[in-house]
Nanobody, 126 residues
Framework: QVQLIESGGGLVQAGGSLRLSCAAS????????MGWFREAPGKEREFVAAISRSGAVTYYADSVKGRFTISRDNAKNTVYLQMNSLKPEDTAVYCCAATSSTSRELRDGVRPPDYWGQGTQVTVSS
């Protein structure tokens, strides 16, 4: 069993930055590819970014490419999402996810993640 706890959300003005963290329990963190998803009111949950077990491979949604960076620290059992140049349309609940599959399959939605965090709210004001 893996528990994921997100932090770092908040209210920020457009153009600002936030860094989200997702801390995982257990000693098998490096066995999971990790990802971030977001869900805005009235919209379906969408993929944001994914990272491979080693951190060598990353994927991004087109809407965040060049602005967001996903990274991980396996020694700290934590995955991060650095969000820069934030826009009002980035407003959503951001959730991290863990999969025993691959980061590519996480991106492509081949199968649901094994674990989800509870989410953290990000609000970008114009």
């Amino acid at each position: 069993q893996v528990q994921l706890i997100e932090s770092g959300g908040g209210l920020v003005q457009a153009g600002g930055s936030l860094r989200l963290s997702c801390a995982a329990s257990g000693r098998t963190f490096s066995s999971y590819a990790m990802g971030w998803f977001r869900e805005a009111p009235g919209k379906e949950r969408e993929f944001v970014a994914a990272i491979s077990r080693s951190g060598a491979v990353t994927y991004y949604a087109d809407s965040v490419k060049g602005r967001f960076t996903i990274s991980r620290d396996n020694a700290k059992n934590t995955v991060y999402l650095q969000m820069n140049s934030l826009k009002p349309e980035d407003t959503a609940v951001y959730c991290c996810a863990a999969t025993s599959s691959t980061s590519r399959e996480l991106r492509d939605g081949v199968r649901p993640p094994d674990y989800w965090g509870q989410g953290t709210q990000v609000t970008v004001s114009s």
